[in-house]
């Protein structure tokens, strides 16, 4: 997946003969692309909803009640994915991160919110961060599907939840009062209205803002001793506790089970939940934990170290926008998550801009946003997501838009899985957002190819280029519509050229200000090859109007 960019470089040899004379002569040296995450093309997709590796862990704690549709356990599993890793199916799509939902073992019970019964399948209902629920699979799955991922390049991002517990169930009792709160329920109307409260009735609140010792809530203790494991537990929390000099409060103990996964199985990074909901000091802590945990695990497994990236928080501030720069503003006071915290938020406008501008409008003001007010940041973009009931193409039928503004712009790229198999958003018989959470249309990938192919090309493009989405943008001419990318970082130096809207005809473009003089050119959409001459190039298109043009 890493495309290899030669530096010439020069080396004067003296050579000795009968008319002393130097001679020159140049010597490839091949340079890996480097991965950027300010440029990542990330694939976010739900543990339960994307492929059945394991039938025989479909069913556990007796999770049987009848559901509303989609919303019990469906059967996706880490050995799915790893599966679809192994395949090449995300190397073809340029994938180079996967996010998945949580995978911690959640609430045994079912609660009806008024949609239907309701079942944990989506990971945001944790009952024990400590185990991996056994419907996703087992700790064995998961250090396979990271070895497997990375031995692709490709990072992988787990989910963070500290905000909150699962629901209170007949089989899940609530946390005591002094790890949660069951009210106010937030108003969202102003601060403390979104984060000293419930985000909604039955999901208890965790006391983030408390800095008392607290003891492990009952039922976990019992739990553990069941699974003959409390003492182990036990003297892991000692041994953090003793370390980081970090009271015995909620916050921190979570902050360590979650860290574990970072330290025993390498992962990459975390897409950290509802973010605004938490007081803001606590992602500053946790990136601490997160960060002496990555760099531990770096020292002790010094042959399974990808690079030297740090480890990656992007974070779900609900509602923020790139409008806003570095801060998220709540009526009553503005703040900053990027304030040592995240490295990137995601991104809650693309959609809406996407849907009202055009490709240059949104490519140059991304571009500018990024090179200043958000500098040495990011912004992770998505046209349709989880929790998003409005995407930009609910029924799918502008995919090769969705693909082109998604992919081609600035920031990090968020692919929703099905986004590539135009999985429809639109599910008869659903209530509220389990219609955007069907599982993944496997049977009708055969109908999709025209679809899937261009979102490969555009997603091996843009993972073989860090200047798409970390680079400088340019517009070349307006019609037909051409722009290049520049990206420099140290002595890496990536350009390119896309141009989008082509007809059919040939068309001459002006590259002289981003290729030299004779240089081979090659589309990388069509497969064809050019060469410049006097600083120009005649192109011609695929049948999908786009070109992708790179230094061969």
């Not at 069941?226 to 009271?247: I, M, S």
């Given at each position: ?73 469906e ?40 949609t ?12 024990d ?79 983030t ?53 970072i ?18 000091y ?61 490295q990137?938020?995601i ?27 958000l ?40 692919v ?29 990938m ?52 896309i ?13 002289s ?23 120009k190039?005649?192109?011609q ?12």
């Amino acid at each position: 997946m890493k495309k290899l960019m030669p530096i010439l470089i020069i080396l004067i040899a003296f050579i000795s003969c009968k008319n002393t004379e130097a001679k020159k002569s140049a010597e490839v040296i091949e340079v890996e692309t480097p991965f950027v995450w300010e440029a990542a093309n990330l694939y976010f997709l739900l543990t339960d909803r994307f492929n059945n590796g394991d039938t025989s862990n479909d069913v556990n704690f007796d999770r049987t009640k009848e559901t509303g549709k989609l919303r019990g356990f469906e059967g996706g599993d880490l050995k799915g994915i790893t599966q679809k890793i192994n395949e090449g199916y995300f190397t073809n799509l340029g994938i180079n991160a996967i996010w998945m939902t949580p995978i911690v073992e959640q609430i045994h019970g079912g609660t009806d919110e008024g949609t239907g019964v309701t079942y944990g399948f989506h990971g945001y209902w944790a009952k024990d961060w400590t185990k991996i629920d056994p419907n996703y699979g087992t700790k064995e799955d998961l250090k396979a599907l990271v070895e497997a991922a990375h031995a692709k390049g490709i990072r992988v991002l787990l989910d963070a939840v500290i905000n909150h517990t699962g629901p209170v169930t007949e089989k899940d009792p609530v946390w005591p009062n002094d790890w949660v709160r069951t009210e106010p329920q937030c108003k969202y109307n102003n601060y403390d209205n979104t984060i000293s409260c419930t985000l909604v009735k039955n999901l208890p609140d965790i006391l983030t803002d408390s800095n008392e010792n607290v003891e492990l809530p009952p039922q976990l203790v019992e739990k553990w001793k069941a699974e003959g494991r409390y003492e182990q537990e036990v003297k892991e929390l000692d041994g953090f506790f003793t370390r980081t000099g970090h009271p015995r409060a909620p916050r921190f103990y979570i902050m360590k089970w979650l860290t574990d996964y970072i330290t025993e199985f390498g992962i990459d990074g975390y897409r950290v939940d509802t973010v605004k909901h938490t007081e803001e000091y606590v992602w500053q802590e946790f990136k601490d934990e997160c960060d002496y945990a990555f760099a531990e695990y770096k020292k002790d497994n010094p042959d399974k170290v990808l690079d030297d990236n740090n480890f990656y928080l992007v974070g779900e501030v609900y509602g923020y926008g790139v409008s806003g720069g570095q801060f998220y503003d709540f009526g009553d006071k503005k703040v900053n998550y990027f304030d040592d915290a995240f490295q990137s938020l995601i991104n809650f406008e693309f959609k809406w801009n996407s849907k009202e501008q055009g490709y240059q409008d949104i490519f140059n003001r991304y571009s500018n946003l990024l090179q200043t007010d958000l500098k040495d940041y990011g912004v992770l973009n998505y046209l349709s997501s989880h929790d998003d009931g409005q995407p930009f193409d609910a029924k799918r039928e502008k995919p090769y838009e969705t693909a082109n503004k998604l992919l081609l712009s600035p920031g990090t790229s968020q692919v929703y899985y099905g986004d590539e198999s135009a999985r429809s958003l639109v599910i008869e018989g659903t209530q509220g957002d389990a219609t955007l959470r069907s599982f993944m249309n496997w049977d009708e990938m055969p109908h999709k190819q025209d679809v899937l192919i261009h979102w490969q090309k555009l997603g091996q493009f843009r993972a073989n280029h860090p200047a798409i989405g970390a680079g400088t943008h340019q517009m070349m001419t307006q019609e037909p519509y051409v722009f290049s990318r520049s990206y420099q970082n140290e002595d890496y130096k990536d350009k390119v050229v896309i141009g989008l809207g082509f007809g059919e005809e040939e068309q001459n473009i002006d590259v002289s200000n981003i290729f030299e003089e004779g240089e081979e050119i090659t589309d990388f959409y069509s497969g064809q090859s050019y060469t410049v001459k006097d600083g120009k190039i005649n192109v011609q298109a695929d049948h999908e109007g786009v070109i992708l043009l790179e230094k061969k």
